[in-house]
Structure formats: C-alpha cells, structure tokens
C-alpha cells in the first residue's frame, strides 16, 4: 500500500494557486486513474484505488498548508505505513525556477510550513517530489506569490508539468527508483 499526498489549502479562493499545485497533481492522478471515490477521512480529501495490484492512497489534506502532518499522521497510524517506503509528498516549492521537478528521500523542510508540519509529526525521511513555482520578484510579496494564481505564460507549461508529475507519481508508487523515474521524466 502506497499513499500520495498533495499538498494544498481547502477553499475556493486557493484552487488553482501555486501553493495548490500539490492538490492539482492528485486531481490529475485521479483522472488519469479514471476512478474518483473521494471521502473525507483522516482530515482531509481521500481516494482508495486498486493499482498496480495494491491499494493506492491518495490524500488533498484539508487542514491548511500548515497542519498537513495532522491529517497525513493519522493515515499512516491507522494503516501502519512506513513513511520511508510508502509515502509520497507532492509540494510547491519556490526555492526552485517554475516547472523544475525535484525529488528527495529526505531532508529538512526547507521553509515550506506544510513540510515542517510533516517532518515534527513524521520525521524527515519519507519520499517528495518538489514542484517549482518560481521566487517572488519582491521579497515582501512572497505570500501573495505563493497563494497567487499562475501567470498567463506560466499557465500554458502547467498542463504539462501536472501530467508528468503525475505520471511521475505513479511510478514512485510502483517501486520505481528516483533516478528512473527523472531519467523518463527527462525524455519528454
């Protein structure tokens, strides 16, 4: 049993905002899947799907960025999940020029507070796909950049980026080796 999460904030007035781009790679997983059987559990948004002969997890926590480790916590306990074999965090990340894909096994959180919320309750090594969003071009702007929407040129690569995330994702969860997983990701 795998569990992928994305990493997002509930609401209308946050869908489609950078800080949301976790929740809209679970969307694309969802649809790609072809199965949508969400319920609210565990806190947050949670789909169970039979893939790769194993159930898949999939989670949009619904506690605000900042408290994800609450909703992920329980999952884990209640399925007794390994963190470092079975869980996948899906996150913006503004450290890094928009459409780049990172992914790390460990680490700290890097200033991202959903991160930080997961790392206090999970510790650091658990699997993330980080996902750039590109600096704020202003330094007192950073929150307005994070929870605002993408910019028109921005929006004709993010099709794109959220496919291949997904499909990135998805070959994680298979057992797929990182470096696999980019080299592929790097072909297209």
Do not use: C, W
């Not at 869908?15 to 969400?38: A, P």
């Amino acid at each position: 049993m795998k569990l992928i999460v994305g990493l997002g904030n509930p609401g209308k007035q946050y869908e489609k905002t950078r800080h949301n781009i976790g929740f809209m790679i679970i969307d694309q997983i969802i649809k790609n899947i072809g199965v949508d059987n969400s319920k609210e559990k565990f806190k947050g948004l949670l789909s169970e799907i039979n893939y790769n002969e194993e159930k898949l997890l999939l989670l949009k926590p619904q506690t605000y960025m900042n408290l994800s480790g609450e909703s992920i916590v329980e999952i884990i306990k209640f399925y007794k999940l390994n963190t470092k074999k079975d869980l996948i965090i899906i996150y913006d990340d503004m450290s890094m020029e928009f459409g780049k894909i990172r992914i790390r096994e460990k680490g700290s959180a890097g200033g991202h507070n959903g991160i930080k919320s997961i790392i206090s309750f999970l510790g650091d090594e658990f699997t993330r796909i980080k996902v750039g969003i590109g600096s704020a071009r202003n330094e007192n702007k950073i929150i307005e950049h994070v929870i605002g929407r993408f910019s028109k040129e921005e929006e004709k690569e993010l099709e794109n980026i959220i496919e291949n995330v997904s499909e990135m994702a998805l070959l994680l969860a298979k057992g797929e080796k990182k470096d696999k997983v980019l080299q592929k990701s790097n072909k297209k």
